[in-house]
């Protein structure tokens, strides 16, 4: 072969960072990553942990062994049952039935929600695992979703993956003959028991005379999803009240859950006046704050409302501390507001909600003024944006909440970091969390990661809650949104989407596909090139993961996909960005010589350099230069210079190289 000079130029300045040198992190870094950190812990943070969480806690239902032998023959169950009934998780659970902890397991919540994206576009891995809960799908979505699911039953079948639809028995009526045929039909478990594993896992163990009394009863007949958050209040009177009992706790969140909304509606039928139901509506929403915050919040909803004509001069009405007396609030010893009958501030607030829907927009605007009040404390805020967004999302009104995030996230004007950024970012991780509406907010997450002009600290945040909230749950999701926005990011040296980007795919072989499968796609095209995306490549292309086998049964670097993938971005990095690839391709010659054969990697070097003469030149050239290094090594660049004569069509020379050449050893 003809030598060459080496057209690879090692450049300083790169953004790969892949030693463990100091970067400059900007100090408002930590007060961003803290924040979104802090607020996004939980038990159940990764679906992993969620779906451990819920086995400890899984009540089998009635036939869910049938339902487990159509899933098991079919690779297909749908699940139907009475409302309440837990079908959601049985699907879960049935599907974990086949998991192991490198299994990729999805929940299909954005496709049961709207049309787009359609089931075409989910990207099927070996194993696959998917659950599409159709219960709150509109008509239209519930259809196409049925249209959908023909062909990617096939894609299941040819991948060896497994899904579980769960249907309202609403909607059996409308299943297709196709789907239908996979219909399993689930019972309610019994409630007693459900209750039970809940608490027991939470070290509370509770006697079946108390499971069994009449003031439980009730409770035991709600749906499944009522049953874990009575669970979950047990354990909240028993945190609050260690030396009470079993009993004591069980009967405290009973009344905690007692629906009061007769009451609310026979107290303000005798409550005619508009600014006394400001008062009652700004106790409910501001609880546990002190009696003067609450009066200006009182105020400055009268001044929303536009009630101030209506009303007598102030000196005229009666004193603050008379209203709150007549309206049956309390004032504790430390001035603080409170309600002395449990959830009834929540009851006076779903009161507000259901029946003046008109006012929704005007109570967002309220709590965007009010949360500026100063006799507020750090914890009055939480609890008003919590009480807030609960009621918006409770009626379907995220708009109002995403409203809110804009306005609480985004710098001023003048480009000062908004004080109320923390708040914001409770709002947004609370709607992403919500099962109904977490769809919403996982798309406004998207939308941002595809401005060109998003702030740096909005951008930070988004990569905090992609990497924090959305990847444990939903990693695909994740990773599109963090690859938008290291294509948009400015360089300032703080952690970024592109290191999230690099730390993801490092712990997880499914998105390291995923994200070569966008990388090998966008760098081919010529319409539109994003600088990152070579470093990108550069960046998690590491050989030694690549040929690991400590993992699986064979090497990443072996799967036909993945060889072609990672030779269609060397190719295309190589040409475009030949400066950037000396220290990459020498990692690559070092990892060939500890891999037998050293074919499983400089196979795909050269295979990405063999459709242009000048780049096999040059990887003979680095190959030679580098093998006379202290680290370099004879045999590789030998075992290299047959490929590429063998590309070239110069020896006919078997592939396969399994002795040391003498040449290597002279």
Known sequence: MTETNNEFHDTQGSPIHAGSGDQNINPIYFTIHESVQEQARGPRLTLKGDLSWLKRRFEPPQNFGAARDMLRQSRTVVLTGPPGSGRRTAAKMLLNELADDRTPFTVLDDEARTQNPGL?????????????????????????????????????????????????????????????QFEARIGRPRGASVLRWHLEQESIFPSVQQLASEELARSLSAPMSEIANLAQMVVQARDTNRSGDVSTWLSEAVSARIDRSN????????????????????????????????????????????????????????????????????????????????????ALREHFWDNYPDLRE???????????????????????????????????????????IDRWVFPRQNGASNPLRDYGVLALLTGLRNERHGYFFRRLVYEWSRRNDLPHDVGQILVDVCTEVIAPTYPEQALVRLHHRARRENGTGNPTAYQALVELTSRDPILLRLLLERLTTDLANQQQHWPVDHFLFLAIADPLRLADTSMRSQPLAADHTVRSQLGSCWRETMLARPDLV?????????????????DLLLGILVDAASQHLHLLGSLHVLARDWSRTASGRADVFVRLSQLIDMAQGLHSTDYTFDHVPEEAVR
């Open 582 to 598: 000396v220290q990459r391709v020498c990692h690559w010659f070092d990892a060939a010589g500890r891999t037998a054969p050293h």
């Open 263 to 346: 009451e609310v509606a026979e107290q303000l039928s005798k409550v005619p006046g508009g600014r006394r139901r400001t008062v009652l509506l700004a106790a409910a929403m501001c609880r546990g704050a002190s009696s003067d915050a609450v009066f200006f919040a009182s105020h400055r909803l009268v001044s929303a409302l536009s009630l101030d004509g209506r009303e007598e001069p102030r000196m005229e009405q009666e004193g603050y501390r008379i209203q709150l007396i007549d309206l049956s609030i309390d004032v504790a010893r430390n001035n603080r507001i409170e309600f002395s009958r449990l959830s009834y501030d929540r």
């Open 362 to 404: 005007p109570f967002c605007r309220w709590v965007d003024d009010i949360i500026r009040i100063e006799q507020f404390t750090r914890r009055d805020r939480e609890s008003l944006v919590d009480r807030f967004v609960e009621q918006a999302l409770r009626t379907n009104s995220p708009g109002h909440v995403k409203w809110l």
């Open 120 to 180: 075409d576009e989910v990207k099927v891995q070996p194993g696959h695992l998917f659950v599409l809960d159709l219960s709150d799908s509109g008509e239209d979505v519930f259809h196409a979703r049925q249209r959908d699911l023909l062909s990617f039953r096939t894609i299941l079948q040819q991948r060896n993956g497994y899904l579980a639809v769960v249907v309202p028995d609403s909607r059996k009526h409308q299943l297709d003959s196709d789907l239908a």
